[in-house]
């Protein structure tokens, strides 16, 4: 942790409390004796933060409901959440067994970035931009994440996600959902989350057509900011045979009164040579 904060350039009296505050447990997050001694632990009120895949954070979710939870216990959900939408339906009917809906916190990471909830800002506390957001001013929205890096040794994960599942379903929809809904009426989690869903319900590929609206690539060998890179397909840990993609982008339709008719185009790649993050409108 200490070599973390300073690699940040992190200092000053919190930084040295959060250090003294820690320590390193080692645990089976599968073994319910050692799951049980970590939560005794701890103080309440306990706040657990899943960053596992999926099966696992369903087995543990499972080992928890046995031994049980102390009150006031929070949970916190990192992406992928189940692998499918029946998963995450069923992961979601876990969790509430565990502690109330309140208390669960499905986490975004792209959501805390201060240049991503200054979208709502610039769109809703601007006299400037808000009345022209609409389709009758915007020909086309572009949301792209392109990066240099590479695999950077993820197969394990990435090999059974590819740049669809990993950057689009969740983070680019996300944002785009912040781009085009309608003001909530509180920033407040339920408000807010009822604004953004609203406009997911209302998304659909372009033309319902994804074979014309959507392409999906990987990247091949070269040299990226003075870093040579193997082709994706050669990899440490990659199958070649699966195709899993590194770069994805798609077109989709907003089918609301105000944005209906505008394509908003999605896009993320890895071991791009020219990295962009943006929001073009």
Same mark, same amino acid.
């Not at 005794?40 to 306990?46: H, I, K, L, R, Y």
């Not at 609206?213 to 994706?232: D, Q, W």
């Given at each position: 942790?200490?070599?973390s ?7 000053g ?5 959060a250090i ?6 080692r645990a089976?997050?599968?073994?319910a ?9 701890? !103080?309440p009120? %306990?706040?657990i ?5 999926p099966?696992? $954070?369903? +087995?543990?979710?499972?080992? =928890? #409901? ?15 959440f ?7 339906a ?7 067994s565990?502690?109330? !809906?309140?208390? %669960?916190f499905?986490?975004?990471?792209f959501?805390?970035?201060? $240049?991503? +909830?200054?979208?709502?800002? =610039? #769109? ?7 009345p022209?957001l609409n389709?009758e ?12 890096l590479?695999l ?6 990435? !090999? ?5 599942v ?9 944002v785009?959902?912040l ?17 953004r ?14 074979v014309r609206?959507?392409r ?5 060998a ?8 193997p ?12 195709k899993t ?16 008719g ?9 071991a ?8 073009l409108?």
């Amino acid at each position: 942790m200490a070599e973390s904060f300073r690699a940040g350039g992190a200092a000053g009296p919190a930084v040295e409390t959060a250090i003294r505050g820690s320590r390193y447990a080692r645990a089976d997050t599968a073994d319910a004796g050692d799951l049980h001694a970590l939560i005794e632990g701890c !103080e309440p009120p %306990v706040v657990i933060y899943f960053a596992l895949p999926p099966a696992v $954070t369903e +087995l543990v979710c499972r080992i =928890l #409901r046995d031994i049980g939870v102390p009150a006031g216990t929070r949970l916190a959900m990192e992406k992928p959440f189940g692998h499918d939408a029946a998963s995450a339906a069923a992961l979601n009917e876990l969790l509430t067994s565990l502690v109330p !809906e309140d208390d %669960v916190f499905r986490v975004d990471h792209f959501l805390g970035f201060s $240049t991503i +909830l200054n979208i709502i800002g =610039l #769109r809703f506390a601007n006299r400037i931009f808000e009345p022209v957001l609409n389709s009758e001013h915007v020909a086309k929205v572009q949301i792209t994440f392109d990066e240099s890096l590479g695999l950077e040794g993820r197969a394990g994960y990435y !090999e059974r996600a590819g740049a669809l599942v990993d950057m689009i379903q969740s983070h680019l929809l996300q944002v785009l959902a912040l781009v085009a809904m309608e003001a909530p009426s509180t920033i407040g989690g339920p408000d807010l989350g009822s604004a953004r869903a609203q406009v997911l319900r209302a998304t659909h590929v372009w033309n319902d057509d994804p074979v014309r609206f959507s392409r999906r690539a990987r990247y091949s060998a070269g040299s990226i900011g003075g870093r040579e890179l193997p082709a994706y397909a050669n990899e440490t840990g990659v199958d070649p045979d699966r195709k899993t993609e590194t770069f994805a982008e798609i077109v989709v339709a907003v089918d609301t009164w105000r944005w209906a008719g505008v394509p908003f185009h999605l896009r993320s790649g890895k071991a791009i040579g020219d990295p962009k993050t943006e929001v073009l409108i």
